[in-house]
């Protein structure tokens, strides 16, 4: 008789009895198989399900990370028939050929295969996620740059690339060396996690940089001679003008890599060696992220829930480029989108497509800007209005009528805190008593590293580095402080990033102070009075909690704030 799968996992000490229960009560509610359940709580890894699937089936589980599959057995299947059903051939036992499959229940590919192939076919047991990697090395991008362009890349004449649309079929990668090249600068980023990449021309190079954990990482870059076709290539993928190299230009590139739908955005600006291109990866799976989910604590989360449920206003989200605020603001819309509630966003671009709700873009080249919209948008009776950044007083000032005459506004600024975006308004030309009667609460946030939980190493800080981030050894005597170490899994210790939060929620004496003119470093000082939390502090909650480091604070916020 079969073990069960949670029989299996429990012998193997990799789950819980009460973990099991949990598992099964989420499969029933999603109606989804206990390992989707498993995983999808958190509970078990994809790797320790489908080794348990592997010993429920009798079937042999497949490390395809671990071994070289030989060449021979790879080109026993075409690379069509590999991508299309995903499948990975790791072996041949006599005229039985084994491949490698993410479903053990797929019991129409085994048997296509075998009609396809004209071959006996097994199956062993891997991951998705491992198939994906595997059908990438083997087919797509197989090998490195020296083999996408041959031991011998000839000169920049000799090279061929494509001239058609790229449609995002990975079959597309065969069609010329720097077509596929190109696909692997992208695949190999999304494989690192990687939030943006730059390809930047110097003097005798061409430097491929990924941006992991929001700080840039030098990778392994193509000959200097693949200058002009690569960037050639990713202008026609973003539909650019080829011809134009004097100016900067924006585009779009929407890719399907790894059975994802990615979207890349496209910033091209001409420098001293040629023109500098910086990919932005919009990856809806990991960029649209539940409330929950983003680094709040509690007592913050509870704040910000309970504002973003007011009726009319303005909600400002603050920080530098790339600190999360469309993240921020996107997880919030998707709290409140509801089919009573009619939702308008004004952005500059699109950055996600969010289902039921309608979304506006800025074309600046057509006067399409961000307060033409949004007087527009008034016109459509929206309960909830999404504005990308206020940058002018004439889209402040009419998001502001927009906020007093019924409407919730959500929108962002770039200032370094919560307490000066009441200024920066102000600075702008917006009269005081409408910046005081409007704003509900100002939030400012950064992104902060989080080890990684696999190699972190427990360490005894010096009182030096705690008084950097205003602590003593007395006020951390139960606590353990952690350190980066480093291993495959992560990067440099570190492996994804949370934000950091300071929650401005106005009062009668704020709006007074507002009204008033007074400089943000008094209505800093009084919003905390009453409660609010600085980035600093809510920093040196996560460190005491175990999520990061002194350096990394140190990194993000400023030492001597920790003195105020």
């Not at 990482?217 to 690569?230: A, D, I, N, T």
């Not at 989108?337 to 952005?347: H, L, M, Q, S, W």
Request: charge should be negative; charged fraction near 25%.
């Amino acid at each position: 008789m079969k073990k069960k799968v949670g029989e299996i996992l429990l012998e193997k000490g990799w789950v819980t009895d009460e973990q099991v229960k949990k598992a099964l009560g989420y499969s029933k509610a999603e109606n989804c198989r206990i390992g989707e359940a498993l995983v999808n709580l958190e509970i078990c890894s994809q790797e320790q399900v489908s080794r348990a699937l592997a010993i429920h089936f009798q079937l042999p589980f497949a490390n395809l990370g671990k071994h070289i599959i030989p060449q021979e057995i790879i080109d026993s299947v075409p690379k069509e028939v590999a991508l299309e059903h995903k499948i990975v051939p790791v072996a041949r036992k006599g005229r039985t050929l084994v491949i490698a499959m993410g479903d053990p229940l797929d019991f129409f590919t085994i048997d296509n295969l075998r009609f396809i192939l004209s071959t006996e076919v097994d199956c062993a047991l891997a991951t998705p996620a491992a198939v994906e990697e595997a059908l990438d090395d083997y087919y797509r991008l197989a090998g490195g740059y020296d083999s996408v362009l041959g031991a011998d890349a000839g000169s920049d004449d000799d090279l061929e690339f494509g001239r058609g649309e790229f449609a995002g079929d990975e079959a597309d990668a065969n069609e010329a060396p720097v077509i596929k090249l190109v696909h692997m600068i992208i695949a190999d980023a999304l494989k690192a996690s990687a939030s943006d990449i730059h390809i930047e021309p110097m003097e005798s190079e061409l430097r491929v940089r990924y941006r992991i954990d929001g700080v840039c990482k030098v990778m392994e870059s193509p000959p200097k001679k693949l200058q002009g076709p690569v960037i050639s290539r990713l202008k026609i993928m973003a539909r650019m003008d080829m011809a134009e190299k004097r100016r900067p230009q924006d585009g779009r590139i929407k890719i399907k890599i790894q059975g994802r739908e990615i979207d890349l955005r496209v910033s091209i600006i001409p420098s001293v060696h040629g023109e500098s291109v910086v990919m932005r990866i919009l990856d809806k799976d990991a960029g649209l992220v539940d409330l929950e989910k983003l680094g709040f604590h509690e007592s913050d989360l509870a704040r910000f829930n309970r504002i973003i449920k007011r009726p009319n206003g303005i909600f400002l989200v603050t920080g530098p480029t790339g600190s999360g605020k469309t993240t921020t603001l996107y997880s919030a819309l998707m709290d409140l989108n509801r089919p009573d509630v009619k939702i308008i966003t004004a952005e500059h671009p699109i950055e996600y497509n969010l289902t039921g709700i309608n979304q506006s873009e800025v074309k600046h080249e057509i006067g399409l800007d961000f307060s033409r919209i949004l007087r527009a948008m008034m016109r459509q009776a929206p309960n909830i209005i999404l504005v990308g950044e206020i940058r002018d007083r004439e889209t402040a000032d009419t998001a502001i009528q927009a906020a007093l005459t019924g409407h919730l506004v959500f929108s962002t600024l770039h200032t370094n805190d919560a307490p000066s975006a009441l200024t920066r308004l102000i600075d702008m030309g917006v009269k005081p008593f409408l910046v005081a009667s409007a704003v509900l609460a100002i939030m400012g946030q950064r992104l902060i590293r989080v080890l990684c939980k696999e190699c972190k190493e427990a360490y005894e800080p010096t009182e030096t580095e705690l008084r950097m981030v205003g602590l003593s050894s007395s006020e951390i005597a139960d606590q353990t402080l952690y350190r980066p170490v480093g291993c495959p899994k992560c990067s440099n210790g570190y492996k994804g990033r949370c934000g950091i939060y300071e929650l401005l929620e106005m009062s009668s004496d704020l709006r007074d102070m507002t009204f008033n003119k007074t400089p943000s470093k008094d209505i800093r000082n009084k919003a905390r009075s009453e409660g609010m939390v600085s980035l600093q502090e809510d920093a040196v909650r996560k460190l005491l909690s175990g999520m990061t480091t002194i350096e990394e604070i140190l990194r993000v916020t400023h030492s001597s704030e920790f003195s105020n």
